[in-house]
Antibody
Framework: QITLKESGPTLVKPTQTLTLTCTFS??????????VGWIRQPPGKALEWLAL???????RYSPSLKSRLTITKDTSKNQVVLTMTNMDPVDTATYYC???????????????WGQGTLVTVSS | EIVLTQSPGTLSLSPGERATLSCRAS???????LAWYQQKPGQAPRLLIY???SRATGIPDRFSGSGSGTDFTLTISRLEPEDFAVYYC????????FGQGTKVEIK
């Protein structure tokens, strides 16, 4: 059974850097085809994909947020870390991590998802 | 970058009725790399459909997906009380993108 759980601060100040950790079980990020992605959802709004990292350390970012995002993995700890710089109140959202498979192409659907963590950006 | 537009924004139906949700892409989605998710309040999204028409594990057969190119459809043949939720489409033929969602509410 695959499970994922997000952790990190619930409140950050504008201009600060957000660091979120996704801790997972039930799969290995060293297995060919496996990836972990981050997706966010502002309150009452739609989902927005942020970043993906694959078993071979290939990293993909949303074009609109690429300059602010960094995704890394620690295979030994079963963790993926997302950092987002220069946080703004518009970045207030629930941040999800999710398992993905890039078998034929290095993009895929997300299944399953973590429970999400709400991050509020406010001074 | 592909933009997905879902319609309608809200669908008001009664239990037992058929729901038809649309997802239109701004350009062709490669090899029908399109997924559908269900999200209930306070919960994470749940995968329903991938590859435009393949049901995910454990998803009831009242959920079906169809379409190709730029036009995709999620159909719920007979709405159950637990199906009232928000539904999102996502393309993964290129940089992932989600639609803005369709809310299926009780009439």
């Amino acid at each position: 059974q695959i499970t994922l759980k997000e952790s990190g601060p619930t409140l950050v100040k504008p201009t600060q850097t957000l660091t979120l950790t996704c801790t997972f079980s039930g799969f290995s990020l060293s297995t060919s085809g496996v990836g972990v992605g981050w997706i966010r959802q502002p309150p009452g709004k739609a989902l927005e994909w942020l970043a993906l990292i694959y078993w071979d350390d290939d990293k993909r970012y949303s074009p609109s947020l690429k300059s602010r995002l960094t995704i890394t993995k620690d295979t030994s700890k079963n963790q993926v870390v997302l950092t987002m710089t220069n946080m703004d109140p518009v970045d207030t959202a629930t941040y999800y991590c999710a398992h993905s498979l890039g078998l034929v192409i290095k993009w895929g659907w997300f299944d399953p998802w973590g429970q999400g963590t709400l991050v509020t950006v406010s001074s | 970058e592909i933009v997905l537009t879902q319609s309608p924004g809200t669908l008001s139906l009664s239990p037992g009725e058929r729901a038809t949700l649309s997802c239109r892409a701004s350009q062709s989605v490669s090899s029908s790399y399109l997924a559908w998710y269900q999200q209930k309040p306070g919960q994470a999204p749940r995968l329903l459909i991938y590859g435009a028409s393949s049901r995910a594990t454990g998803i009831p057969d009242r959920f079906s997906g169809s379409g190709s190119g730029t036009d995709f459809t999620l159909t719920i043949s007979r709405l159950e009380p637990e199906d009232f939720a928000v539904y999102y489409c996502q393309q993964y033929g290129s940089s992932p993108a989600f639609g803005q969602g369709t809310k299926v509410e009780i009439k």
